[in-house]
Nanobody
Framework: QVQLVESGGGLVQAGGSLRLSCAVS????????MGWYRQAPGKQRELVAE???????NYEDSVRGRFTISRDNAHNTVYLQMSHLSPEDTAVYYC??????????????WGQGTQVTVSS
């Protein structure tokens, strides 16, 4: 089975930075896309950043220019570098790996989540 393990969450002051890591069992190129999602209390889970196998990125509007998704192929790790953090970024952040199937819906794998709390 696929395992995704997030790390790097914690408490940070507004304006500060954090880097989240997602360690993937096996090659990240086994998947069509890697992504970071987040879910705040009372809100739906939303896509924060996505990185496709081909290198295309896209970001949620509120994080564009502040967050950067990247990958380390040698260590099968995906990162989310977060800067200029605000309390609005407080959420549980989840790593996602998506594999497109020839038939049927895509197969999504999820990490356990890591808490990010931004204080004012």
């Amino acid at each position: 089975q696929v395992q995704l393990v997030e790390s790097g969450g914690g408490l940070v002051q507004a304006g500060g930075s954090l880097r989240l890591s997602c360690a993937v069992s096996g090659s990240i190129f086994s998947f069509n896309a890697m992504g970071w999602y987040r879910q705040a209390p009372g809100k739906q889970r939303e896509l924060v950043a996505e990185l496709t196998k081909g290198g295309t990125t896209n970001y949620e509007d509120s994080v564009r220019g502040r967050f950067t998704i990247s990958r380390d192929n040698a260590h099968n790790t995906v990162y989310l570098q977060m800067s200029h953090l605000s309390p609005e970024d407080t959420a549980v952040y989840y790593c996602n790996a998506r594999k497109i199937m020839s038939w049927g819906p895509p197969l999504d794998s999820w990490g356990q989540g890591t808490q990010v709390t931004v204080s004012s």
